[in-house]
């Protein structure tokens, strides 16, 4: 497959980078190549003309750090949201950059994305099981998964079945099923984005061998589909 | 350790482990105090029907038998050879084997347990290579195989049956035979791996999946070396076979190091549930369940049916009636109310009053005791009739009904059972509950009935908490299997 060979391209420029984990440009690369995009976007740096972009990407804006050092960008400061000028994106570049330099931390740019409006937090993941391998994940975001635990796994590869009974799993589907007046997504949104992972073609179980864990959280899903505003990738170790 | 010995045999068939027609037995003693003595009176206790060899290096004859020195110098190739001497002979005996034995189990143990004796282990591997056999075990009990007269267990043999075990416990292996024996199941095989350093769990679930004696399989597993190997079995099985897990050391892996915050939140519990959920198969949580489980797919005489869950209480006792319900419910299971034309038609019966028609049905020992129990039979098959429900769940509280006449109104009443079990359609499910406060007086007769109403084909329980549980497992594979081969 082509775009399997794209993917293992990222994969080989990170590793010969030393990187433990794909940035997150790449990391959401290779999910746009199996079928999951990302918000519109650009790479900036400290000197550019912020308000060309911002008219490029329309409206509010979210600008997050781009740091090999740095695991957890929110935990550091290093997501700023609703962004609607150009002073506003170069104060908030300052005070990243100020971070950076107190911990000691490199800067590879920013990433200025289209803030996603609407849609439902979800998180789908992978890790390898020591006995079974692939694993995919499933969960609701923010709380659901952080305090409720409201996840359901299956072993790689999984099947339309298997994804469609993942969601059923979760004491939550209710929600995205629109639950309480809430946005109705379709099943077959999260089944594909799942599918994408996990499933016979899915990047997870094609690129198993190059990765050791994956996340994407939160995915955004709405009735006009699946949009991964963060994902992390996580090479596998030699 | 992922050590594994060369699949020699070009034959990987397992037959020979459940139907050896020779059997060497290494470990008997002139004193006749060895296990390999044990062994050999319990394969002519049991009738067994081939030839046994024991294997001494000095003595010409034991347990009435002749003796040959070595593995190699037995008159015929030995299907199945049973090793119980010191770990430290083991390699060399089987050294010299020059390809006369089929399977060799090993009791011994010494090779490798808790991180001792890993040069000894190696030299078995070495030695069953060089021997050119298969390996069960070490540290193991073996094949109990009621149909072919093996057993490593004391004791009258139980007859044959369709449940196929594999167990990476030996202790528990025994606990399996004896309480499901004493439910009434019956096993075409129970093995005992032991350390799998050859034969492991993938090999025997391969062998009970394609075995035509086999129709329900269990497995009790602790550490599984290939466990993508046994995932893809059994999803490729797409639950042909009812499969019931019991897994230790689900929690005990714990959580990994984890780099993502998905790593952190999985563990092995997880995961096993995931396998379950993808290929049909059934997990449970404690040997009792284990066994209830295996109860109800091994007497049910046909699991193509499928099974809606809606089930039908019946029985004396309207408290245990109302507890069953909520049992039922907690677990999804519909105790749903009936028709009024199914309550007219009950009313038309002539039941006394004192007697509950709604669903639960609860009928009390005096009101049974009026009809000798027939009210019971009349009752279920109108509801049978009209109701339709997957399931028709009898509890009888033994103690209360064993009151009257000396036990005669339980006879009737299990008499009444049998008959309607040959009456209703096999998309009826009856499970029977035979409740009792565990006292001697009660225990027999509770066997002697439970061993009936399994043959007749018609799960039988201690407790409705257990049967509820058994229901739900029954369900879950139902809806898996007809998901699946739609």
């Known amino acids: 497959m082509q775009y399997a060979d794209t993917a293992r391209h990222i994969f080989e420029h990170a590793k010969r980078q030393k990187r433990q984990a794909l940035d997150e440009p790449s990391a959401k690369r290779i999910l746009g190549l199996y079928g999951i995009p990302a918000p519109r976007s650009a790479i900036v740096d400290c000197d550019v003309d912020a308000g060309a972009v911002l008219k490029e990407l329309g409206g509010r804006v979210v600008l997050k750090l781009i740091s090999p050092e740095v695991l957890h960008k929110s935990d550091f400061g290093g997501v700023a949201l609703g962004l609607e000028d150009s002073d506003e994106i170069r104060a908030a570049m300052a005070i990243m950059s100020q971070r950076c330099r107190e911990k000691d931390c490199r800067i590879e740019g920013f990433l200025l994305e289209e803030q996603i409006q609407g849609g439902h937090e979800i998180v789908i993941g992978g890790f390898h099981d020591p006995s079974f391998g692939p694993v995919v994940m499933l969960g609701l975001g923010g709380i659901f998964v952080e305090i409720l635990r409201d996840i359901s796994f299956r072993i790689c590869p999984i099947t339309r079945t298997d994804a469609l009974e993942m969601l059923d799993e979760l004491r939550g589907a209710a929600l995205l099923r629109g639950a309480r007046g809430g946005m109705r997504v379709p099943d077959e949104i999260v089944v594909d984005a799942l599918l994408s992972v996990g499933g016979e073609n899915g990047l997870f179980f094609q690129l198993s061998d190059a990765i050791g864990e994956l996340d994407i959280n939160p995915l955004i899903v709405s009735p006009q589909g699946a949009v991964a505003l963060d994902a992390r990738i996580v090479l596998a170790s030699e | ?486």
């Open chain 2, 1 to 486: 350790m992922t050590i594994t010995a060369a699949a020699t045999a070009e034959d990987t068939s397992l037959h020979a482990l459940f139907h050896p027609r020779t059997i060497a037995v290494a470990g008997v003693s002139r004193k006749s105090d060895g296990q390999g003595n044990k062994f050999i009176r319990r394969l002519r206790q049991a009738n067994y029907q081939g030839r046994i060899y024991p294997i001494h290096p000095v003595e010409t004859e034991l347990e009435g038998l002749r003796a040959y020195p070595s593995l190699a110098q037995t008159p015929e190739t030995v299907d199945y050879a049973f090793v119980a001497i010191p770990a430290e002979g083991v390699p060399a005996m089987l050294a010299q084997a020059r390809g006369n034995v089929r399977f060799v189990q090993v009791m011994s143990s010494g090779f490798g347990e808790g991180g001792r004796g890993m040069a000894l282990q190696q030299d078995l591997l070495d030695a069953v290579r060089q021997g050119g056999m298969r390996l069960l075990g070490p540290n193991c009990l073996g094949t109990y195989s009621p149909a072919a007269g093996m057993s490593f267990i004391d004791g009258q043999l139980f007859l044959p049956g369709s449940v196929g075990v594999l167990s990476q416990s030996g202790g528990l292996s025994v606990d399996i035979i004896r309480n499901g024996e004493y439910r009434g199941l019956g096993f075409s095989g129970v093995v005992s791996l032991g350390n799998c350093l050859d034969i492991g769990p993938c090999e025997l679930l391969a062998h009970y999946l394609e075995d035509p004696s086999t129709r329900v399989i269990g497995a009790y597993l602790e550490d599984i070396r290939n466990g993508r190997q046994f995932f893809e079995l059994l999803r490729d099985a797409k639950a042909a076979k009812p499969v019931v897990l019991l897994k230790g050391g689900r929690t005990a892996q714990g959580l990994r190091a984890a780099a993502s915050h998905t790593g952190s939140l999985a563990g092995s519990e997880q995961v096993w549930k995931a396998l379950a959920a993808q290929t049909g198969s059934i997990l449970v949580d404690s040997l009792e369940d284990f066994i209830n489980t295996l109860v109800i797919f091994e007497s049910s005489r046909s699991l193509a049916p499928p099974f809606d869950g809606r089930t039908i209480l019946f029985g004396n006792g309207g408290g245990a009636s109302v507890l069953a319900a909520d049992a039922l419910g907690k677990l999804g299971i519909d105790v749903p109310p009936m028709s009024s034309g199914t309550t007219q038609a009950l009313q038309a019966l002539g039941v006394p009053a004192g007697a509950g028609l709604e669903n639960p049905l609860d009928v009390p020992a005096n009101i049974l005791e009026r009809s000798k129990g027939r009210i019971a039979g009349s009752i279920l098959e109108a509801v049978a009739l009209r109701e339709q429900p997957g399931a028709i769940l009898m509890h009888i509280n033994m103690p209360v009904i064993m009151g009257y006449r000396q036990g005669a109104l339980l006879d009737e009443l299990m008499h009444i059972v049998l008959e309607l079990r040959r009456e209703l359609s096999p998309a009826v499910r009856l499970l029977l509950v035979l409740r009792s406060t565990g006292q001697a007086d009660y225990e027999e007769t509770r066997r002697e009935y439970t061993q009936l109403a399994m043959q007749a084909g018609i799960p039988t329980f201690l407790d409705l908490p257990s049967a509820a549980r058994a229901l739900h497992a029954l369900r879950t594979y139902s809806r898996f299997f007809h998901s699946r081969h739609a």
